[in-house]
Structures are given as structure tokens and as C-alpha cells.
């Protein structure tokens, strides 16, 4: 079964700062890779994705992600983060046969950006 | 930028009894998913439908669960009999169609059964 692990629960970084939040990954095949934020009392927000192509890939609000194949990760980061930016950060995973199409949650990484 | 609506934001039930989460997906979009995050743990996939029909569901749910889109415009979950263990934030999203990997998510409906 497909799985996403972000070993970390909390990262706090200084306004002005680069910030990374760690993704890991297992999924059978080619992944499809997904980073998605979550504001309080929104649903969550497309960042970015990993299909194809060019190995660090840039999204919204900045962030840009890189996919690490033989490291199976897709670390977020940003080169100076914001205090707007102090959200929940969710990575996510899918295959592309059978239920593995459907989207697996990491547990999610609150961010907390310290003016 | 368009929106996925879900009504209620809040559910409050009692135990056994039915509820339907109402949700409104992007006009033009065609795959639709219900997903469920209990309070501190991870976002956790429930069904996706398609061409009005299920495609896939997850172990999570079982016959008490059911999805509808009655017309043009909703996609409803209906739990039959509510359990504790449904007590969780629902989310309903919508991708556009094939190729086209971005899911867009609605705010949520919290349910509480007590």
C-alpha cells in the first residue's frame, strides 16, 4: 500500500528565511506527488505536483518542491518565508492503477513562520 | 478562482441518526471525492465518483455510507446511522477531468455525534 511519511509534527523558521518541510514517500511505480496547505477553517489548497518531467517543481505562494527519486522524497521549500505562510502543510501520494489512484495524506506539518 | 461549497459548516447528531453533508463541486468539473480527517490524525479518502457512479471507495466506507449527485449541481455523503467514530471534519472535492490532477476542496462540514 501506498504510504507518505512528514516526520515532522511542528517547524518553526524566522520571517526572512528559507524553510523546508520534509516529505518521504512509498507508492508502487511512478508517483504522483502533491503538496497541498491548509489554513484554520478552510480546506486545503493546491500548492503544487510532481507528474513528470523537470525534478524541482514550482507552485504557489513561491514554494517550490524537488522530487528525490532515489531518496523517494519531495522536500517543500521556500527561500524566505512569511509570516502569511504559517499554515498546515500536507504532502500527499498517488499510483496510477486500481485504488492506489486515489490520493494519500501524509499527517500533515504545521508550519509557524516568527515575524 | 472557483470554490467547492459544503453545507453545513457544523453538524451536530445523536447517535443512530441519519445525516446528509451537502456539497456543490466546481460547475465544470467531473470526478468528485469525499474525504474525512478525524481531529488530529490524517485526511483519509472515502469514495470517488464518476460518470454518476461510485469508482472507488476505502475500507472506511461501509454500507452505512452513500453518495448522490440527485442533479446538475450537488454531491451528498449520507451516513444512515451515526456512530462516535464518525465525529470528524468532511471534506468534499472536485478535479476537473482526465489529465488534470488538481483537486479542489471545500471548506468542510464538521460533524459531531454524540
Known amino acids: 500500500a501506498q504510504s507518505v511519511a512528514q516526520p515532522e509534527d511542528q517547524v518553526n523558521v524566522a520571517e526572512g528565511n528559507p524553510l523546508t518541510v520534509k516529505c518521504t514517500y512509498s507508492?508502487?511505480?511512478?508517483?504522483?506527488l502533491f503538496w497541498y496547505v491548509q489554513y484554520p477553517n478552510r480546506g486545503l489548497q493546491f500548492l503544487l505536483k510532481?507528474?513528470?518531467?523537470?525534478?524541482l517543481v514550482k507552485g504557489s505562494y513561491g514554494f517550490e518542491a524537488e522530487f528525490n527519486k532515489s531518496q523517494t522524497s519531495f522536500h517543500l521549500k521556500k527561500p524566505s518565508a512569511l509570516v502569511s505562510d504559517s499554515a498546515l502543510y500536507f504532502c500527499?501520494?498517488?499510483?496510477?492503477?486500481?485504488?492506489?489512484?486515489?490520493?494519500?495524506f501524509g499527517s500533515g506539518t504545521q508550519l509557524t513562520v516568527l515575524p | 478562482e472557483p470554490e467547492v461549497t459544503q453545507t453545513p459548516s457544523h453538524q451536530v447528531t445523536q447517535m443512530g441518526q441519519e445525516v446528509i453533508l451537502r456539497c456543490v463541486p466546481i460547475?465544470?468539473?467531473?470526478?468528485f471525492y469525499w474525504y474525512r480527517q478525524i481531529l488530529g490524525q490524517k485526511v483519509e479518502f472515502l469514495v470517488s465518483f464518476y460518470n454518476n457512479e461510485i469508482s472507488e471507495k476505502s475500507e472506511i466506507f461501509d454500507d452505512q455510507f452513500s453518495v448522490e449527485r440527485p442533479d446538475g449541481s450537488n454531491f451528498t455523503l449520507k451516513i444512515r446511522s451515526t456512530k462516535l467514530e464518525d465525529s470528524a471534519m468532511y471534506f468534499c472535492?472536485?478535479?476537473?477531468?482526465?489529465?488534470?490532477?488538481?483537486?479542489?476542496f471545500g471548506s468542510g462540514t464538521q460533524l459531531s455525534v454524540l
Open positions: 510532481y507528474i513528470t518531467g523537470d525534478n
Open positions: 507508492v508502487s511505480g511512478n508517483p504522483y
Open positions: 472535492a472536485s478535479r476537473e477531468g482526465q489529465g488534470n490532477e488538481k483537486l479542489f
Open positions: 460547475s465544470n468539473h467531473l470526478y
Open positions: 500527499a501520494v498517488r499510483g496510477i492503477a486500481g485504488s492506489a489512484r486515489q490520493l494519500t
